[in-house]
């Protein structure tokens, strides 16, 4: 009884040396790299991605959009989606002109950045006058190997 037992907790003891290095998260850290350091390089990288893509939305660039996006993304999404949607957005609230960084959202695993974005339409029955519209655009994005991985992107 004391052989079962014993091959049992030599078992277990195994079993958990070899499942615990699939938990670490942090093996491409550099040293010098502390966690704070590192979440303030990843929130840069990702406002600046943010930005790339509004900058291309507003241009009107989807090849440009796209690219910027991860290669899972843009099965879902490429050149064409992007026209289709930025169409249809002009033809219910008007062309994109501007943008403003507003805020970024922290959570456990994932980071939210929101923007604020102006459009302008003209009327529909005096094509003279222009009316501005502002919405918020939004996009998620996680760590990934130290580097920024966007999970979800849209106007609200």
């Not at 929130?43 to 959009?65: H, P, Q, T, V």
């Not at 843009?74 to 943008?99: C, D, H, K, P």
């Amino acid at each position: 009884m004391k052989s079962g037992s014993f091959q049992s907790v030599a078992a277990i003891v195994a079993l958990t040396a070899l499942l615990c290095g699939c938990a670490s998260t942090a093996q491409n850290d550099t040293p010098s790299e502390s966690a704070a350091v590192r979440a303030e390089r990843i929130a840069s990288e990702s406002r600046a991605l943010g930005e790339k893509m509004l900058d291309a939305y507003i241009a009107g660039d989807g090849d440009n959009f796209a690219a910027l996006l991860s290669n899972d993304v843009r099965r879902n999404f490429g050149a064409e989606e992007f026209t289709e949607n930025r169409a249809a957005m002009e033809e219910t609230i008007g062309s994109a002109q501007s943008y403003e960084f507003l805020t970024g959202l922290d959570a456990p695993v994932f980071r939210t950045y929101l923007w604020k974005v102006r459009f302008i339409r003209k009327a529909q029955l005096d094509g003279e006058k222009q009316y501005s519209q502002e919405t918020v655009f939004r996009i998620v994005t996680a760590d990934l190997d130290g580097k920024p991985c966007l999970i979800s992107f849209g106007f609200l």
